[in-house]
């Protein structure tokens, strides 16, 4: 009889005798039938199942033995999680399930409505370029990204589901107003252990929750290599014209990806299942700036795209270099990422991560007092509502500038002769067709662009109405 009584067969579970048999302790109560025999489907056809939810336990009996110590192999190195409970993994005393007598109806419905699929389907390698397979087989995964506090990246994305096996390719995009990525592993075996690993999991503390799900999709179709795709195995394909990068025909109708991803950070090391700084550090060294020119208000509006800036200080004995402290790490390592190696006042700027906890304020009549500055309380602050959009609005330095907050009355010329007499020179204009608050105005280079945003983010238009100025992803 079954009885659960199998035990640990040596100190390593796969220093046990091989059986068709596997058994499965620390199962949660609530588990369904499908989800057992999911953790089994990569490997193979699977011939029976017992589950014995009063001992947390349960029995899988695989078509051959081969897929059995294939799954017991693959396994002992990265234990599957379910319902956020790890299973452990090892061979049955028994050679055979024998399960006859025994109420054990639902698993047995389970089991054919499962294999019914795989038959209907073929099985999962048969799926070719482009093909559909049945879910749960399929070595694609659809990705949502839920509560997007902070832009997840598809650098983020590899570095978190590398993890769980090989990455192949990726492809981001925006649908339904929602962050989506479509991510292919080497084979259904790391899908299925990614999807049981981090499933609900967030990437940051309270934000960015995953929500993995199988595709249809047997492969990924990729294009381009750049901030929106990637094929990790072929390294010669084009950026592209178009942030493009998914075969229309292959992800049912998905619009070219946009959003989130817009940029390509250096993001930080992956420790468990949620993303982390090392120290956690929110305060930047910004060096290499121009004594001349620089000044705590500017750094202020350039880091600012980035991140709620609290406090900036200038060195009194080192006018070059500049503390900038933000609002928390991720911010921090936004601003690093996009701003180190930019040029500000004519020098190529390095940001780095300060050893410095906070910025102090100077204390009364101190000298210097004009060079820290205290923003704790600017209404300037683009981040402060938890979830704004202009989190999905974040993008590296770039020649062409979004506009927004623009009053009806103010035209195309205004605007261009505003930025013509700071100095800016003005190579394309364009109103959004939809709404004309907005704009994109492309200007002669990053530098300038970078320039612009900093002296005339906040211009006043009049009408109550101030100029908000960011960059864009896009071109005119």
Do not use: W
Request: with cysteine; glycine share 8%.
């Amino acid at each position: 009889p079954v009885d659960g009584s199998d035990r640990l067969c040596g100190s390593e579970r796969a220093q046990c005798v091989p059986s068709r048999v596997l058994h499965l302790r620390k199962i949660p109560l609530e588990v369904s039938e499908g989800e057992v025999v999911a953790l089994a489907l990569p490997f193979g056809k699977v011939s029976n199942l017992l589950i014995l939810k009063a001992k947390s336990q349960a029995f899988l009996e695989m078509a051959s033995e081969e897929a059995a110590i294939t799954m017991v192999n693959y396994y002992t190195t990265a234990p599957p999680t379910v319902r956020n409970q790890p299973i452990y993994i090892q061979f049955s005393n028994h050679r055979e399930l024998k399960t006859d007598n025994l109420p054990n109806q639902r698993a047995q419905a389970a089991l054919q409505a499962v294999n019914a699929a795989a038959v209907h389907s073929g099985n999962m390698t048969s799926g070719g370029e482009g093909g559909l397979l049945p879910l749960g087989q399929s070595p694609v995964l659809r990705i949502i990204v839920e509560n997007l506090f902070y832009p997840v990246s598809l650098e983020v994305l590899h570095q978190i589901f590398s993890k769980c096996g090989s990455v192949l390719r990726i492809i981001t995009f925006t649908r339904n107003n929602q962050f989506q990525a479509l991510l292919q592993f080497s084979d259904a075996v790391h899908a299925t252990h990614a999807k049981a690993t981090l499933d609900g999991q967030n990437i940051y503390n309270g934000c960015c929750t995953l929500r993995v799900d199988f595709s249809k999709l047997a492969t990924l179709n990729v294009k381009y290599n750049n901030d929106k795709s990637r094929d990790f195995t072929r390294l010669d394909l084009p950026s592209g014209e178009q942030p493009g990068g998914v075969d229309p025909t292959l992800a049912f109708g998905i619009i070219s990806p946009y959003g989130a991803a817009g940029f390509t950070p250096t993001f930080h090391q992956h420790t468990g299942l949620s993303m982390s700084l090392p120290g956690g550090q929110s305060v930047l060294l910004v060096s290499n700036l121009n004594t001349e020119s620089i000044s705590p208000h500017s750094l202020f509006i350039l880091f600012g795209v980035y991140g709620d800036v609290q406090r900036v200080k200038i060195l009194f004995n080192k006018k070059e270099n500049a503390l900038v402290q933000m609002t928390d790490a991720t911010q921090a390592q936004l601003a690093m990422s996009h701003l180190n190696g930019q040029r500000l006042h004519g020098n190529v700027i390095r940001v780095t991560v300060s050893r410095h906890p906070a910025v102090r304020l100077p204390g009364a009549g101190l000298e210097g007092g004009g060079l820290t500055r205290d923003f704790a309380g600017s209404a300037l602050h683009r981040f402060k509502k938890p979830g704004s959009k202009n989190f999905q609005n974040i993008f590296p330095p770039s020649g062409t500038l979004h506009l927004s907050n623009i009053p009806p009355q103010v035209s195309e010329e205004v605007l261009k002769d505003l930025f013509s007499s700071r100095g800016f020179t003005v190579r394309a204009f364009k109103f959004f067709l939809k709404d004309r608050k907005m704009a994109l105005i492309q200007l002669a280079s990053v530098d300038e662009a970078i320039q612009a945003l900093i002296d005339l983010h906040n211009h006043d238009l009049g009408d109550q109405h101030h100029l908000r100025v960011s960059f864009s992803k896009s071109t005119i």
